[in-house]
């Protein structure tokens, strides 16, 4: 007997590498705010340190990870985007294995916020006594601007987070697509039509980890 196309099964499509990502990340960036808002400082810089790492990592998975989580699989073209928004103006926006057009956009706004904060926490400094290990290497005005910058992105971040997560609970709700449980699962029910995509063996994440550890630890502490 021929199976119905529309049949839902359960289909893997993040993997763990991706999915501990994500919540590391979501945990860091609510502490990294908590710490500088009760001045602690040391610790905010530490967390920013994973930050980086979790960043790096994720750039790197994003290249040779599985296929919903490669950047190549979810790139937010205008035709794919405009596509998108057209169904979503009907209220039937197609279920996918991975990342919709839309959602993508955000992702990549909120990959390159985060690596911005990151980053210029690096040159950063308060005014008083502490400052990040790499605002040894430029002016002092340069970095008061790079200072401004991560406090000013730090704003965008949290408005670009703040959409991300009323766009994903909209979904559930609105659209009874499980992505929220998919994220912390892997699992996603999807139509028999869509195949189940190539996810890669959690083996695979121990060398990006340890390249974007170990550089890090090197930029931090040696340079
Ligand atoms: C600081 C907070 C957060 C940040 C920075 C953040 C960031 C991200 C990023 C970068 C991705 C892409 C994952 C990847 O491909 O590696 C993502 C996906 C996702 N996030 Fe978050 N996230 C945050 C909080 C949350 C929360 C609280 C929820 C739950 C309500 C959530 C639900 C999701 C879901 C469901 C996806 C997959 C979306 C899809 O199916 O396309 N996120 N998030």
Redesign the pocket.
């Known amino acids: 007997m021929a199976t119905n196309p529309e049949t839902e099964r359960a289909v893997r499509i993040?993997d763990v590498p991706?999915r501990a990502?994500?919540w590391l990340?979501?945990v860091l960036?609510?502490a990294a705010y908590l710490t500088q808002e009760f001045g602690q400082l040391d610790r905010h810089m530490t967390i920013g340190y994973v930050v980086l790492t979790l960043v790096l990592f994720?750039i790197l998975?994003g290249i040779i990870g599985s296929e919903p989580?490669r950047f190549v699989s979810?790139m937010p073209t205008p035709g794919k985007v405009g596509r998108y928004l057209a169904a979503l103006s009907r209220g039937r926006p197609p279920k996918m294995a991975?990342?919709?057009p839309l959602?993508?956009l955000l992702?990549f706004a909120?990959?390159v916020l985060?690596a911005l904060q990151a980053g210029t926490g690096l040159f950063a400094n308060d005014d008083i006594f502490t400052e990040g290990p790499l605002a040894k290497l430029v002016s002092s005005e340069t970095s008061a601007d790079l200072t401004d910058i991560h406090k000013t992105s730090f704003w965008i971040?949290l408005w670009c987070?703040v959409a991300?997560?009323v766009a994903?609970?909209g979904y559930e709700v609105v659209f009874r697509q499980p992505?929220?449980q998919?994220?912390v699962t892997g699992l996603k029910p999807l139509p028999a039509v869509i195949a189940a995509p190539r996810l890669r063996p959690l083996w695979l994440a121990v060398p990006p980890l340890a390249l974007a550890g170990f550089t890090v630890w090197y930029v931090v502490t040696q340079v």
Request: glycine share 6%; no cysteine; charged share 5%.
């Open positions: 993040w991706t990502f994500h990340l979501a960036i609510l994720r998975w989580s979810f991975g990342h919709n959602g993508a992702i909120m990959l985060v971040l987070i991300h997560v994903n609970v992505v929220i998919a994220m």
